[in-house]
């Protein structure tokens, strides 16, 4: 019964592939989001959505694009892989529109980069 | 847009004794502050947060103090222990929620 899943765990590519991450919560939340935490362990926002629609875009560069089919699920795709982005990403959730609910992160997928 | 500043970067404090985590933010209008904790190679947990008409908060061992005027806010944690070691970041939001850069707690058996 785990509340925000995420697939792969560890993904690691080389540069110029493309990949996908896949995130899942059964928490009956509106909202889902993407961090991505660097080395540093700093945590930055990237994309949220709305049930379905994109309400946060930071600058991200267009390589990311994120798809939720439905309000359970939230995917992100990167084009084109470079040595940045080798990074911890998480998909959170939470109830409502806003951020001023907890949070509920995913595991996190481990995307390294050779 | 927000920005959050977290000090120190790294504290090291002996088992039973208290641990204070400081932050301050830019925008006037964030009304909610969470602080999350972050065990190695976990995720993230929120372990407690405050909003702006609220200026103290305790849960247990932890509490959270805010300083609108100031605009600070700082977390307190009495009687450490060695599983409280972590990263904890604290956070503010208006319309997106921006974190501080963590701070690595160690507490010493």
């Known amino acids: 019964d785990t509340a925000v899943s995420q697939t792969p765990k560890y993904l690691v590519t080389q540069m110029g592939n493309d990949k996908s991450i896949k995130c899942e919560q059964n928490?009956?939340?509106?909202?889902m989001y993407w961090y991505k935490q660097d080395s540093k362990k700093f945590l930055k926002i990237m994309f949220s959505?709305?049930?379905?629609?994109?309400?946060i875009n930071e600058t991200v560069p267009n390589r990311f694009s994120p798809k939720s089919p439905d309000k359970a699920h939230l995917n992100l795709h990167i084009n084109s892989l470079e040595l940045g982005d080798s990074a911890v990403y998480f998909c959170?959730?939470?109830?409502?529109?806003?951020?001023?609910?907890?949070?509920?992160f995913g595991p996190g997928t481990r995307l390294t980069v050779t | 847009g927000e920005n959050v500043e977290q000090h120190p970067s790294t504290l090291s404090v002996q088992e039973g004794d208290s641990a204070v985590i400081k932050c301050t933010y830019s925008?006037?209008?964030?009304?909610?502050f969470p602080w999350y904790k972050q065990e190695l190679g976990k995720r993230p947990q929120l372990i407690i947060d405050?909003?702006?008409?609220?200026g103290e908060k305790k849960d247990q061992r932890i509490a959270v103090t805010l300083n609108k005027t100031a605009k600070h806010f700082s977390l307190h944690i009495t009687e450490t222990q060695p599983e409280d070691s972590a990263v904890y970041f604290c956070?503010?939001?208006?319309?997106?929620?921006?974190f501080g850069k963590g701070i690595t707690l160690s507490v010493r058996p």
């Open positions: 959170a959730s939470s109830y409502g529109q806003g951020t001023h609910y907890e949070q509920y």
């Open positions: 928490l009956g939340h509106d909202t």
């Open positions: 959505y709305n049930n379905k629609e994109l309400i």
């Open positions: 925008d006037s209008a964030s009304n909610y």
């Open positions: 405050i909003r702006s008409n609220v």
């Open positions: 956070a503010a939001t208006r319309r997106k929620l921006t």
